[in-house]
Nanobody
């Protein structure tokens, strides 16, 4: 069982930066690949980024490549999403998720645990 709590969302102007954090409780955090997804109003939940259990492998959606960076600190049971050069279209609720696999994966069906989400709003 893994519980996930996101933090770090907020309101930022276009071009600005935010860092999201996801704190995990429970056992064996390092046994899980971790991912970030987002859902804008009226849209489906989309993959954003994922990191493997050891942190050495990452995946990104094309829309965020070069702007977002996912990382993890297994000693702190925390995964991060550094978001730079933010655009209004990045506005969404961002969700952290854990998958009981070692490799980074973009498939939402592989994620068995989800946080409650944190709102990110980018103004133009």
């Amino acid at each position: 069982q893994v519980q996930l709590v996101e933090s770090g969302g907020g309101l930022v102007q276009a071009g600005g930066s935010l860092r999201l954090s996801c704190a995990a409780s429970g056992r064996s955090f390092s046994a899980y690949a971790m991912g970030w997804f987002r859902q804008a109003p009226g849209k489906e939940r989309d993959f954003v980024a994922a990191v493997s259990w050891g942190g050495g492998n990452t995946l990104y959606a094309d829309s965020v490549k070069g702007r977002f960076t996912i990382s993890r600190d297994n000693a702190k049971n925390t995964v991060y999403l550094q978001m730079n050069s933010l655009k209004p279209e990045d506005t969404a609720v961002y969700y952290c998720a854990a998958a009981r696999v070692r490799i980074a994966t973009m498939s939402p069906g592989q994620y068995g645990y989800w946080g409650q989400g944190t709102q990110v709003t980018v103004s133009s």
